[in-house]
């Protein structure tokens, strides 16, 4: 199966294509991801190489704690990814990717779960981090 799909903002004036490594669905817990996502976590899916921009107008980011880069639209505010400047990897906000295989989707891991509040809890076994 090819893992490339395409992807876009609420309002569509950030819109990408990416190639993912995989179908395995993380979600980070740490307060910057929950913040930055608006939720109780960003659930994101992995790719080795930064998305192919097609549209990026309003393609913001914003540098956080000095390693990584966490991109936005800053019209409609929608998550695009962050992306670790260590490993160069990019972890793409699952919401913004579209016609995904929901089938095929694994959500296998949590990151940093020391740091998810009491107020919720996912039904997968997942491993925790």
């Not at 395409?6 to 993912?20: K, M, W």
């Not at 990584?68 to 490993?87: K, P, Q, S, V, W």
């Amino acid at each position: 199966m090819e893992n490339k799909f395409e992807g876009a903002c609420l309002c569509q004036r950030v819109t990408f294509q990416v190639r993912l490594v995989n179908l395995k669905m993380h979600v980070c817990h740490c307060s910057m991801c929950r913040k930055s996502s608006g939720g109780t976590g960003f659930a994101y899916l992995y790719a080795q190489e930064a998305p192919e921009f097609r549209t990026q107008d309003t393609l913001a980011s914003y540098n956080a704690v000095g390693k990584a880069e966490r991109g936005f639209c800053n019209h409609c505010g929608t998550t695009i990814y962050y992306h670790n400047m260590l490993d160069k990897g990019y972890c793409i906000s699952i919401s913004v990717l579209e016609k995904l295989p929901e089938n095929d989707i694994l959500f296998n891991r949590e990151w940093y779960y020391h740091d998810k509040p009491g107020y919720y809890a996912y039904a997968n076994e997942t491993q925790k981090s």
